[in-house]
């Protein structure tokens, strides 16, 4: 099934750019999930500045090339799901070679999405990839968590993104639904992210997948100096 | 400097157990923060046990010796601190042998305390460890967590959990900093956890040691059907 809603009739309908009449179907792009690599990081650091941006953080962001590298990719990485764990979303005009990652547990996540109007991506040449057709439209970052009332591991979600002009096509569904499949794949007990309780469309979304929003809980940051000062309370 | 506050005075204080006057250096207790092995299954099988009924929560703990065993200590187990890690809370009336666990990047923690009163156990045979003197009180169990925007990993405490007959006397402060600890000696830029909102005294306590608590934002959390369902929403 599409995420897209698909064109609710068969009949031709009218494109927004000045072209003449252009059936929906003509209207198609084609979505890749795929584990990212060590060689995408500069797209990866350029998704989590917009990130910033987009929430006003940018003074809070330190995020370099070298220093996601590092702690995403470091030597002798885990394996993927076992650590911090990034999901990059690839469009495409045409579609993708349905090829492996060669990644035990995981296989590429093809989706056609059917559109109302094509999209006009002002930033295809920063974004696109060695492919030249493909564009690096989104992320997803999670990694392990861990329930103990369960005693199963479970996957947390960091940071999901897609840039602006991929928004509102069902992209976010995708890249969430991809960790599901692979927390349901592995036998994991729970997918858990946090949201800003003044995003209530955020929070309605969450809730019509069927996620409970936990109104007591309060998330707690030690950081900073106040982490150092109480990491010698033992000394 | 210890965690739990020194007397008053030098001068003795009458017991509560009906002995005779007993001078406060007389009621010490010692205790070691060591990482947990599979052997430790058992006793922290049996503090989750307890915490499940410290929260009223009993209904929602399934989690048996043998699926703690198989999640936490897996064959070819990944070193400590880079997935779910436990510090176990042991205590004894005499001091700990300086050991080390031969476990790179970290040092057993020993503290003594010193207290108003000695301590009833009543439990303590169910908790004795195979050190004769050696009785487990607690446990906290923690895993890397990231941040993009610091482009750094952290620890995510789960649970934090000292028994009954132990609390209010510094250990809770203990466990804490040891993993504060261990974050800060890995260049980790964060320590983050949960907490209830009505529990205004955990709160202050966080407050005091410097922890910031995040009011806007609420986890969400995606479990059982709806997480089966919402993974097949690409198939």
């Given at each position: 099934m599409a995420?897209?809603?698909?064109?609710?009739?068969?009949?031709?309908?009218?494109?927004?750019?000045?072209?003449?009449?252009?059936p929906f179907s003509q209207h198609q792009i084609f979505s890749r999930i795929r584990l990212a690599t060590i060689t995408d990081v500069p797209h990866i650091h350029k998704l989590i500045h917009q990130m910033a941006v987009f929430e006003k953080l940018t003074h809070l962001c330190s995020a370099t090339e070298s220093s996601l590298a590092t702690t995403l990719f470091p030597p002798n990485s885990p394996p993927p799901f076992t650590s911090f764990t990034v999901f990059l979303l690839e469009v495409s005009k045409n579609p993708f070679n349905p090829i492996s990652q060669n990644t035990p547990n995981f296989t590429p996540v093809l989706k056609t999405v059917n559109l109302d109007l094509p999209i006009n991506d002002t930033?295809?040449?920063?974004f696109r990839t060695i492919d030249d057709d493909v564009v690096v439209a989104g992320f997803v970052?999670?990694?392990p968590n861990y329930s103990t009332f369960l005693a199963k591991p479970g996957f947390y979600i960091e940071d999901i993104f897609v840039r602006e002009c991929y928004r509102r096509k069902g992209f976010g569904k995708i890249l969430l639904s991809a960790v599901a499949a692979q927390a349901a794949k592995m036998g994991y007990g729970r997918v858990e992210w946090v949201v800003l309780d003044w995003n209530v469309n955020a929070i309605k979304f969450y809730e019509e997948m069927g996620a409970e929003i936990m109104q007591e809980w309060k998330v707690c940051r030690?950081?900073?100096d106040a982490l150092q000062a109480f990491a010698s309370v033992n000394i």
């Open positions: 995420a897209a809603a698909p064109p609710p009739s068969p009949s031709p309908a009218p494109s927004a750019i000045g072209e003449d009449l252009i930033e295809e040449e920063v970052l999670f990694f030690l950081t900073g």
